[in-house]
């Protein structure tokens, strides 16, 4: 879509240039920006021209996104020695509903600030407990787990003038076994619910509900729990919501039956 209202484009290269004048938005991917008119946006800043690493290894033996990196580059991370956690990479870029041209164009970041409830990176980010590093509009920086960011359907804690700078994948999180599932009302469609279960090598269980949900539900266990706790602690959960993608009650049913079948799966790594 043309963005009429559009006067000015500039490129963000210092942490300077990052301070947004009236009417200036950023971009990244553009893949929502130009999705549908920005009615009082007048001016863009360009991100891609941070020139952030898209994919880093951190000193803790953890993996960093950068914000700017595409869901197709992280659909292509290699399997490292002691991965185990790997196939959630791919799992969640393919739950979005998005052609190969999306892909090659929409970023985490973006993803993630967007916070609409099937926003995938927040999945995937969810799932390995991955934590964001925020620049603030002031100069200064913050970090907070990617789970407490959305607070709704397309809302979030981030403040005007706030950028994303980067998520960082913990070491402990990457070596544990995954299990992921999807659901959607028809066979290419928006993902209606999306779980993922998680065993670390300590033995402690985590068990993410997204999508099915208005913002991110996380599960800890201390080990794996028995099929009846987590199947009350799913149907139990809050903010299950109605829309034209599913019921409420459907979501939350359906979140509870896919909990199990991924517990199972994970089972055999106890």
């Given at each position: ?8 484009w ?27 008119p920005q009615?009082?946006?007048?001016g ?11 994919v880093e ?10 914000a ?18 790997h196939p ?5 870029a393919?739950a ?7 892909w ?5 970041g973006?993803?993630?600030?967007r ?11 969810v ?86 949900t208005?913002?991110p ?5 201390d ?5 009846v706790?987590?199947?009350?602690d ?9 829309d034209?993608?599913?019921s ?7 979140s509870?039956?896919?909990l ?11």
């Open positions: 879509m043309d963005l009429n209202t559009i006067e000015t500039r490129p963000a290269r210092t942490r300077q240039d990052l301070v947004l004048a009236p009417g200036e938005v950023f971009l990244g991917g553009g893949t929502w920006l130009y999705s549908e009615v009082g946006t007048t863009l800043v360009d991100l891609a021209t941070m020139r952030w690493p898209s290894d951190t000193p803790s033996g953890g993996l960093r996104i950068g700017t990196c595409t869901v197709a580059e992280l659909s292509r991370i290699r399997r490292r020695e002691g991965w185990a956690a959630v990479f791919f799992q969640a393919s979005l509903l998005a052609s190969f041209k999306i090659n164009m929409m970023t985490v973006g993803n993630i600030c916070s609409y409830a099937a926003a995938s990176m927040v999945s995937l980010a799932a390995l407990d991955a934590t964001a590093l925020i620049w603030t509009a002031d100069g200064g920086e913050y970090t907070i787990p990617v789970a407490d960011i959305p607070t709704g359907n397309g809302t979030n804690t981030l403040a005007e003038g706030d950028v994303l700078r980067c998520i960082d994948i913990p070491a402990h999180a990457l070596r544990a076994h995954t299990g992921f599932r999807k659901m959607a009302l028809v066979e290419i469609g928006r993902s209606a619910a999306v779980l993922t279960g998680r065993l670390d090598e300590s033995g402690a269980a985590v068990f993410t509900i997204t999508a099915a208005l913002r539900v996380v599960l800890r266990y080990a794996l729990p028995t099929p706790r987590l199947r009350e799913a149907l139990g959960a809050d903010g299950y919501y109605t034209p993608m599913g409420a009650d459907w979501r939350r049913a359906v509870a039956v896919l199990a079948e991924i517990l199972e799966e994970l089972q055999a790594w106890n």
